[in-house]
């Protein structure tokens, strides 16, 4: 069974869950993101502070219109979206109501080892919380531009994975479910995995999210390229509208090769390359590989939240 007891574990796993709450959003149709993520979005929150402060994954209230948070209890309380951590991955709701609930207590996910036992929970009640195991702890980059250098990775995977709470053996919150992906040796031995943004990520900047809705750092530059790598290196799988590489000229299935003429390797040394660079608004130039000839592309890359829809108040 992969359901938790709640009587085998040293802490009140059934007080934990109470913290975990249902997180359903909408977002306008003609939201930059709508075409890619929905305009309905479901996944889980976690209650973490005591003024109604409710951690997710950022990608379910990103350009959100409106929020809704639900609680084990079937109390539903209305949401703002405080802020969207590019860089982390995470969001911040505002509750804009007394929820009614435990606040979870935040753990450490460098002190969580490979090997542990933990309770991923999605949604409300024991139903929908299950045992996990965290079998990695490893770098990880995301074809939107987006690179942890430490992500963890549990399994079994939580088929409900967005926003789930991720807790510790000492009860406490060590990361927030983002991802379901495929894990093994070779595509015949491949199983299903969660990445999960550990919760280390969240304590230097929770205090400018919820104050600021954002952090102190400028932002990164940003192209617009969804790309993933290949046997020929680094491919641009999509791009996106009105973006840099649309602007210049950038089309899909090129390979980059070069950003500033420096040789490119896997994804991750791609995005370091391009973040070096400078803050976003800074003239980069790709080397791309397009049906067998090189080209250079010349960009002045962009804050991506620039495209974005702002989060408006109930």
């Not at 249902?22 to 003024?51: N, V």
Request: aromatic share 6%; glycine share 12%; proline share 6%.
């Amino acid at each position: 069974m992969l359901q938790p007891d709640l009587k085998t574990y040293g802490y009140d796993l059934e007080a934990r869950l109470g913290s975990v709450l249902r997180l359903h959003s909408q977002i306008p149709p003609d939201a930059f993101t709508a075409a890619a993520l929905g305009t309905e979005r479901e996944g889980t929150g976690i209650l973490i502070g005591d003024r109604g402060i409710v951690l997710t994954i950022g990608y379910l209230i990103n350009e959100a219109e409106q929020i809704w948070l639900t609680t084990h209890t079937g109390l539903v309380v209305p949401g703002h979206a405080l802020a969207y951590d590019f860089v982390t991955g995470f969001g911040i709701v505002q509750a804009l109501g007394n929820l009614g609930c435990p606040v979870m207590p935040l753990g450490s996910s460098a002190m969580t080892g490979i090997g542990s036992e933990l309770v991923i929970a999605a949604g409300v009640g024991i139903e929908r919380a299950m045992r996990t195991r965290l079998i990695g702890k490893r770098e990880f980059a995301g074809y939107w531009e987006y690179l942890l250098d430490e992500a963890f990775f549990v399994m079994p995977a939580h088929p409900a994975w967005g926003g789930a709470a991720v807790i510790g053996p000492e009860g406490d919150l060590v990361g927030i479910g983002s991802l379901l992906v495929q894990v093994g040796q070779d595509e015949s031995s491949t199983e299903d995995s969660n990445m999960v943004v550990p919760i280390d990520l969240l304590t230097p900047i929770l205090d400018d999210l919820v104050g600021r809705g954002r952090t102190v750092k400028p932002p990164r530059p940003w192209v617009g390229i969804y790309a993933t790598e290949g046997e020929t290196g680094v491919r641009a799988n999509n791009i996106a509208p009105h973006g840099p590489a649309e602007r210049a000229g950038i089309e899909q299935g090129d390979i980059i090769v070069a950003v500033d003429d420096v040789p490119v390797g896997d994804l991750a040394d791609f995005y370091r390359q391009l973040w070096s660079r400078g803050d976003a608004g800074v003239l980069v130039e790709l080397t791309i590989l397009r049906e067998g000839q090189r080209r250079r592309m010349k960009l002045e890359t962009a804050n991506r939240e620039d495209l974005l829809r702002r989060p408006r108040l109930h």
